[in-house]
């Protein structure tokens, strides 16, 4: 009959230690659009290899395998990975029994409130048993929650890594612009000296007015005081790749001009379904509301009893001589713990993660609907800044042109001045927008990799890549 009620007693134990309260996970389904606007191709190619490397910019392709390598918010979101799998650890070893020895000894003429007519020594020396059993599946939950926040933490260093290697390029592109429009000022004030001293001289003999030398002094002035401007940016700009890369300081190696550098053909932007797969912040938010949602059953099993079971083995002597020949003390015991009446606080403890849980499955929600809108962002960008640079292109051409014939027009006496002015001020102006229009199109690239979860690629991503694009494999057939 007693060996009946052991097993009995086992089994039980093992379904309430099998068993788990609260809601088991369930992924979200996506519920958006079945594409995204003006992407002309839904399949996910070249989307997740080093996209950085389209742009065949060697200089570029240096700064960013330092920022992976130096920057310190990099090394913040590696540090917090490793606490993350350092807690899983911890969880796991939660739902073990713990064992712990205890040894020493004492004199004195009492114990506790008991007085001796005279003083004895003391000496012991046990080992102590203590396991609380998982009922109802509490240490089970509370292990998938660890283990979701690990690969929650994961997907937070892919986030950083990912914005760090598009703030890396953006950050290098607003360099090139602002180069470029340095050049183009110093190109354009030289050009204004050399017309000023021609007007000074006319003006000497009397052969123009006043307000011709008044008016090439302005636009030789406006000139001049952009340099300054763009000197300061290139100053900015480099300060914040220096930051980027780990550094207080850092000089950037002379790559191509902003004009050379290499426009990417059509990217493809993918279904916007597999955007929820590919995007590391969607998917780091989607583990810390599988986590919080486990945190519901923890918070149930402790509505209930929970069962602690404690041995001992050990020795004691009033002698330490005949401690070791001492006979073997023991005890075995077992409590069980339950709450009766608490006001109510276990009902609302399992509220509180309800309620949070609630708030993680919103966050999640708004993470992907904001990658859906930076998607369709940067591809609304891409399309309408090729045309734009198209257009500045060709006002940049005419604009050069027109203050080419203007000057030739006006040294044969057939316009005014105010003529040449005009058509000055227009190819500076025109030649700096395309500097500017082709720095944003660059960039919108940057954006639409970023937007789509790209750029960064685990050892074994990194592995089927290459795999894939070995000959007689179809380039870029990526997961």
Same mark, same amino acid.
């Given at each position: 009959?007693?060996?009946?009620?052991?097993?009995?007693?086992? %089994?039980?134990?093992?379904?309430?230690?099998?068993?788990?309260?609260?809601?088991?996970?369930?992924?979200?389904?996506?519920?958006? =659009?079945?594409?995204?606007?003006?992407?002309?191709?839904?399949?996910?190619?070249?989307?997740?290899?080093?996209?950085?490397?389209?742009?065949?910019? =060697?200089?570029?392709?240096?700064?960013?395998?330092?920022?992976?390598?130096?920057?310190?918010?990099?090394?913040?979101?590696?540090?917090?990975?490793?606490?993350?799998?350092?807690?899983?650890?911890?969880?796991?070893?939660?739902?073990?029994?713990?064992?712990?020895?205890?040894?020493?000894?004492? /004199?004195?003429?009492?114990?506790?409130?008991?007085?001796?007519?005279?003083?004895?020594?003391?000496?012991?020396?046990?080992?102590?048993?203590?396991?609380?059993?998982?009922?109802?599946?509490?240490?089970?939950?509370?292990?998938?929650?660890?283990?979701?926040?690990?690969?929650?933490?994961?997907?937070?260093?892919?986030?950083?890594?990912?914005?760090?290697? /598009?703030?890396?390029?953006?950050?290098?592109?607003?360099?090139?612009?602002?180069?470029?429009?340095?050049?183009?000022?110093?190109?354009?004030?030289?050009?204004?000296?050399?017309?000023?001293?021609?007007?000074?001289?006319?003006?000497?003999?009397?052969?123009?007015?006043?307000?011709?030398?008044?008016?090439?002094?302005?636009?030789?002035?406006?000139?001049?005081?952009?340099?300054?401007?763009?000197?300061?940016?290139?100053?900015?700009?480099?300060?914040?790749?220096?930051?980027?890369?780990?550094?207080?300081?850092?000089?950037?190696?002379?790559?191509?001009?902003?004009?050379?550098?290499?426009? $990417?053909?059509?990217? $493809?932007?993918?279904?916007?379904?597999?955007? @929820?797969?590919?995007?590391?912040?969607?998917?780091?938010? +989607?583990?810390?509301?599988?986590?919080?949602?486990?945190?519901?059953?923890?918070?149930?099993?402790?509505?209930? $009893?929970?069962?602690?079971?404690?041995?001992?083995?050990?020795?004691?002597?009033?002698?330490?001589?005949?401690?070791?020949?001492?006979?073997?003390?023991?005890?075995?015991?077992?409590?069980? @713990?339950? $709450?009766?009446?608490?006001?109510?606080?276990?009902?609302?403890?399992? +509220?509180?993660?309800?309620?949070?849980?609630?708030?993680?499955?919103?966050?999640?929600?708004?993470?992907?609907?904001?990658?859906?809108?930076?998607?369709?962002?940067?591809?609304?960008?891409?399309?309408?800044?090729?045309? +734009?640079?198209?257009?500045?292109?060709?006002?940049?051409?005419?604009?050069?042109?027109? +203050?080419?014939?203007?000057?030739?027009?006006?040294?044969?006496?057939?316009?005014?001045?105010?003529?040449?002015?005009?058509?000055?001020?227009?190819?500076?102006?025109?030649?700096?927008?395309?500097?500017?229009?082709?720095?944003?199109?660059?960039?919108?690239?940057?954006?639409?990799?970023?937007?789509?979860?790209?750029?960064?690629?685990?050892?074994?991503?990194?592995?089927?890549?290459?795999?894939?694009?070995?000959? %007689?494999?179809? =380039? %870029?057939?990526?997961?």
């Amino acid at each position: 009959m007693k060996k009946i009620f052991v097993f009995l007693l086992a %089994g039980m134990l093992l379904y309430l230690s099998g068993c788990k309260l609260g809601p088991d996970f369930v992924k979200p389904v996506y519920t958006g =659009p079945a594409t995204f606007q003006y992407d002309s191709l839904t399949n996910d190619t070249i989307v997740n290899l080093r996209w950085w490397e389209l742009f065949n910019d =060697p200089v570029l392709d240096t700064l960013i395998i330092k920022a992976l390598e130096n920057n310190k918010n990099v090394m913040v979101a590696a540090a917090r990975v490793e606490a993350a799998r350092a807690s899983l650890g911890y969880t796991k070893a939660e739902q073990w029994p713990s064992l712990n020895f205890n040894a020493g000894a004492g /004199s004195g003429n009492s114990i506790g409130t008991v007085q001796f007519s005279s003083s004895t020594d003391r000496y012991f020396g046990f080992t102590q048993m203590n396991w609380e059993v998982g009922f109802w599946g509490k240490y089970r939950r509370m292990n998938e929650s660890a283990r979701a926040e690990l690969l929650a933490s994961e997907y937070g260093l892919r986030t950083v890594q990912i914005g760090l290697i /598009s703030e890396v390029a953006t950050a290098y592109f607003t360099l090139l612009d602002n180069m470029k429009k340095l050049e183009i000022s110093k190109r354009t004030l030289a050009a204004r000296d050399s017309s000023l001293r021609i007007i000074k001289a006319r003006f000497q003999y009397g052969i123009v007015p006043e307000i011709d030398l008044n008016q090439a002094q302005i636009q030789r002035a406006v000139s001049a005081a952009a340099i300054p401007v763009y000197e300061r940016n290139i100053a900015y700009s480099k300060n914040a790749l220096a930051v980027l890369l780990g550094k207080y300081s850092t000089d950037i190696p002379e790559g191509k001009s902003l004009f050379d550098q290499v426009v $990417p053909m059509k990217v $493809p932007a993918g279904l916007p379904s597999q955007l @929820l797969l590919r995007r590391p912040d969607v998917r780091q938010a +989607e583990e810390v509301y599988a986590a919080q949602n486990a945190r519901i059953g923890t918070a149930e099993a402790m509505r209930w $009893p929970s069962l602690n079971l404690t041995g001992l083995l050990g020795v004691a002597s009033s002698s330490l001589s005949s401690l070791t020949s001492s006979g073997l003390g023991w005890s075995v015991g077992g409590t069980l @713990l339950g $709450p009766v009446f608490e006001f109510g606080k276990n009902k609302r403890r399992v +509220e509180i993660e309800k309620a949070r849980t609630k708030e993680a499955l919103h966050n999640y929600e708004n993470v992907a609907m904001q990658a859906f809108k930076e998607v369709e962002d940067a591809l609304i960008s891409i399309h309408t800044l090729r045309k +734009e640079l198209i257009a500045q292109q060709q006002r940049s051409v005419a604009a050069i042109n027109a +203050e080419m014939l203007s000057y030739e027009r006006y040294d044969k006496g057939q316009t005014s001045y105010l003529e040449v002015l005009e058509s000055e001020r227009q190819s500076f102006e025109a030649q700096l927008a395309r500097s500017q229009t082709k720095a944003a199109l660059l960039n919108a690239y940057v954006a639409l990799y970023k937007a789509l979860g790209g750029g960064w690629l685990t050892p074994a991503e990194e592995k089927a890549y290459q795999q894939n694009t070995q000959p %007689g494999n179809s =380039p %870029g057939t990526k997961k």
